[in-house]
């Protein structure tokens, strides 16, 4: 008789084995500037031009900005559009420096 033997599945990619997405980089550090500035959403939206609510929508991750809507927003917030890409680009480098160093230390855990 033959023996039934399980198949093994790949383990599902946890969010931390997940590459983050442009759009929460970009609304993780959009939402940091606004809170540096100690600023209300309604007054950040108003001054860029658009709804607290889509500006809320950008800052979660939710939508996707146009880059009139990301030069309005950043304006807003008084920084370049350099500037703030070179920030979100720097986030997006830690976050995956934290990433490989997790990933490395699983390893030497499995091989310890």
Do not use: N
């Amino acid at each position: 008789m033959a023996e039934i033997i399980p198949l093994q599945r790949s383990p599902r990619p946890t969010p931390r084995d997940v590459e983050p997405l442009w759009r929460d980089a970009l609304g993780d550090r959009l939402r940091r500037l606004r809170h540096e500035r100690g600023e209300r959403l309604a007054d950040t939206a108003e001054r860029a031009g658009v709804s607290p609510q889509y500006l809320s929508e950008i800052e979660r991750g939710l939508k996707e900005p146009s880059s009139e809507m990301i030069a309005a927003v950043a304006g807003a917030l008084d920084v370049t559009l350099i500037e703030l890409t070179a920030a979100v680009v720097d986030d997006l480098r830690a976050q995956a420096s934290e990433r490989a160093a997790v990933g490395c230390r699983a390893d030497f855990a499995l091989a310890a």
